[in-house]
């Protein structure tokens, strides 16, 4: 079994910045692709930023610019610098990983959720 552990949220005032962390334990071999969904109150989840294994990046439109994503392989972590936040950044911010097993089998994980609350 794999979990996935975030850490690094909490209450912030507009135009600061948070750094948050997620790690991975359990039976890994590899990770594909790491990201960061967000939820705010009433809204759908959506997909803030991604990182492939190979350094590549997404992010969307409301956050480039402002949040970077890095990983460490070494350590299975990936992060969400978030600079110049806004009171609508406010959110569940969530980790989700691709993690390959010893026995080749991919699957999707999910981190518990970390909030992130941005003060006008």
């Known amino acids: 079994q794999v979990q996935l552990v975030e850490s690094g949220g909490g209450l912030v005032q507009a135009g600061g910045s948070l750094r948050l962390s997620c790690a991975a334990s359990?039976?890994?071999?590899?990770?594909?692709?790491m990201r960061w969904y967000r939820q705010a109150p009433g809204k759908q989840r959506e997909l803030a930023a991604a990182?492939?294994?190979?350094?590549?990046?997404y992010y969307a439109d409301s956050v480039k610019g402002r949040f970077t994503i890095a990983r460490d392989n070494a350590k299975n972590t990936v992060y969400l610098l978030m600079n110049s936040l806004k009171p609508e950044d406010t959110a569940v911010y969530y980790c989700?990983?691709?993690?390959?097993?010893?026995?080749?089998?991919?699957?999707?994980?999910w981190g518990q959720g970390t909030q992130v609350t941005v003060s006008s």
């Open positions: 989700n990983a691709d993690v390959r097993s010893y026995e080749y089998i991919t699957r999707s994980y």
């Open positions: 990182i492939t294994s190979g350094g590549s990046t």
């Open positions: 359990g039976s890994i071999f590899s990770i594909t692709a």
